[in-house]
């Protein structure tokens, strides 16, 4: 499962076997190596091994709800994104997926074409990220490496999704200019911002918020029209 420049890989977590072993037929390319599992225990077991570059996740696993073990993968496998496929399909299903750390959410039944370019955004918008924005950037307690993708507050590393990441990015490269959410939402989601729920920019905000402690209140809300970076 370990990835080089040119092969990105795959971890589906889905205890369906036919759906499972049909995603892996699907997914599967020359510069794509994807794998399966049905359980959270093989699951973390494999990434222990080799963390892949995105996993697959279901939400009813047989040992243990994939909305729970969410936050596991995110402190753990930080840079890995995670894209979960599953048949919840409230509105407050979607928003506690992505308030756990999901970096995307789809629904079942779902588009195989959909999927398809929903994951090629994921792992485009991976191999893009050490092109952008490089460099240190401070704020208080916290640190940000863009060059390493590390982040720190008081010394200790912060775990951020990718599109958390993506979005304190686009935030700090624009110190006191406000980012209007139609710009932001695709910074951060890129082609795939028309699939984008429309409170998925304000949960992510919150999320990177809290996880960033006092500094957070560098993200400044411009009501009506959208956000800021201000360290005044």
């Keep these: 499962m370990e990835a080089n420049r040119k092969t990105a890989s795959i971890l589906i977590i889905e205890d369906d076997t036919a759906l499972a072993q049909g995603l892996v037929r699907a997914l599967a390319t020359d510069e794509r190596q994807v794998a399966c599992c049905a359980t959270l225990r093989d699951a973390d077991r494999i990434l222990r091994a080799a963390p892949c570059d995105l996993i697959l996740l279901d939400v009813n696993l047989p040992d243990g709800n994939g909305y729970d073990h969410l936050p596991i993968f995110r402190e753990r496998y930080p840079a890995v994104s995670v894209v979960m496929l599953t048949a919840n399909d409230l509105e407050s299903d979607i928003v506690?997926?992505?308030?756990?750390?999901?970096?995307?959410?789809?629904?079942?039944?779902?588009?195989?074409?959909?999927?398809?370019?929903?994951?090629?955004?994921?792992?485009?918008?991976?191999?893009?990220?050490?092109?952008?924005?490089?460099?240190?950037?401070?704020?208080?307690?916290?640190?940000?490496?863009?060059?390493?993708?590390?982040?720190?507050?008081?010394?200790?590393?912060?775990?951020?999704?990718?599109?958390?990441?993506?979005?304190?990015?686009?935030?700090?490269?624009?110190?006191?200019?406000?980012?209007t959410r139609d710009r932001l939402r695709d910074a951060v989601w890129s082609a795939d911002s028309a699939f984008v729920d429309e409170n998925a920019l304000s949960v992510t905000v919150k999320r990177l918020r809290d996880k960033l402690g006092p500094d957070g209140t560098c993200i400044k809300t411009v009501y009506g029209i959208g956000y800021v970076w201000s360290q005044q």
């Design 96 to 179: 506690a997926g992505l308030e756990r750390g999901a970096d995307d959410y789809i629904t079942k039944p779902f588009s195989l074409a959909v999927l398809r370019a929903r994951i090629d955004t994921q792992l485009r918008r991976r191999n893009a990220e050490t092109a952008e924005t490089e460099g240190t950037v401070c704020a208080g307690d916290c640190r940000f490496d863009f060059d390493r993708m590390e982040f720190y507050r008081a010394g200790r590393p912060i775990a951020l999704s990718r599109s958390e990441q993506k979005l304190l990015r686009v935030l700090t490269a624009n110190p006191g200019i406000t980012l």
